[in-house]
Protein backbone atom coordinates (compact mmCIF):
# COMPACT_ATOMS: atom_id res chain seq x y z
CA UNK A 1 0.00 0.00 0.00
CA UNK A 2 2.60 2.52 0.71
CA UNK A 3 4.27 2.12 -2.80
CA UNK A 4 1.12 2.48 -4.19
CA UNK A 5 0.57 5.82 -2.12
CA UNK A 6 4.00 7.36 -2.72
CA UNK A 7 5.34 6.37 -6.18
CA UNK A 8 2.04 5.43 -8.35
CA UNK A 9 -0.25 8.06 -7.33
CA UNK A 10 0.98 11.03 -9.09
CA UNK A 11 -2.54 13.68 -8.57
CA UNK A 12 -5.54 13.72 -7.39
CA UNK A 13 -7.99 16.33 -8.82
CA UNK A 14 -11.40 16.96 -7.79
CA UNK A 15 -14.05 16.48 -10.60
CA UNK A 16 -17.00 17.18 -9.13
CA UNK A 17 -17.66 20.37 -10.78
CA UNK A 18 -17.01 18.43 -14.25
CA UNK A 19 -19.49 15.81 -13.45
CA UNK A 20 -22.07 18.06 -12.58
CA UNK A 21 -21.33 19.59 -15.86
CA UNK A 22 -21.53 16.00 -17.05
CA UNK A 23 -24.68 14.67 -15.67
CA UNK A 24 -26.63 18.35 -16.76
CA UNK A 25 -25.84 17.76 -20.76
CA UNK A 26 -26.68 14.11 -20.24
CA UNK A 27 -29.98 14.99 -18.70
CA UNK A 28 -30.90 17.64 -21.02
CA UNK A 29 -30.03 15.16 -23.81
CA UNK A 30 -26.60 17.01 -25.12
CA UNK A 31 -24.92 13.61 -25.63
CA UNK A 32 -21.98 14.58 -27.66
CA UNK A 33 -21.03 17.81 -25.74
CA UNK A 34 -20.88 15.55 -22.33
CA UNK A 35 -19.19 13.22 -24.31
CA UNK A 36 -16.45 15.64 -25.64
CA UNK A 37 -15.26 16.90 -22.16
CA UNK A 38 -14.77 13.52 -20.82
CA UNK A 39 -10.95 12.02 -21.46
CA UNK A 40 -10.43 9.50 -24.21
CA UNK A 41 -11.09 5.69 -23.14
CA UNK A 42 -7.67 3.59 -24.07
CA UNK A 43 -7.83 -0.27 -24.55
CA UNK A 44 -5.75 -1.96 -22.52
CA UNK A 45 -4.12 -5.33 -23.38
CA UNK A 46 -5.12 -7.95 -21.39
CA UNK A 47 -1.93 -10.51 -20.05
CA UNK A 48 -3.91 -13.73 -21.52
CA UNK A 49 -7.19 -14.83 -22.12
CA UNK A 50 -7.84 -15.62 -18.62
CA UNK A 51 -7.61 -11.74 -17.59
CA UNK A 52 -9.61 -10.70 -20.67
CA UNK A 53 -12.80 -13.23 -20.04
CA UNK A 54 -12.73 -11.68 -16.51
CA UNK A 55 -12.90 -8.05 -17.64
CA UNK A 56 -15.11 -8.36 -20.89
CA UNK A 57 -18.74 -6.82 -20.36
CA UNK A 58 -21.41 -9.63 -20.16
CA UNK A 59 -19.14 -12.27 -18.77
Known amino acids: ?5 DEWIVGIR ?3 PLAHRVHALVRDGQ ?11 RVY ?3 DDRSAAAVRPGS
Open 1 to 5: MRRYA
Open 14 to 16: DVT
Open 31 to 41: LDAARALLPAE
Open 45 to 47: PAA
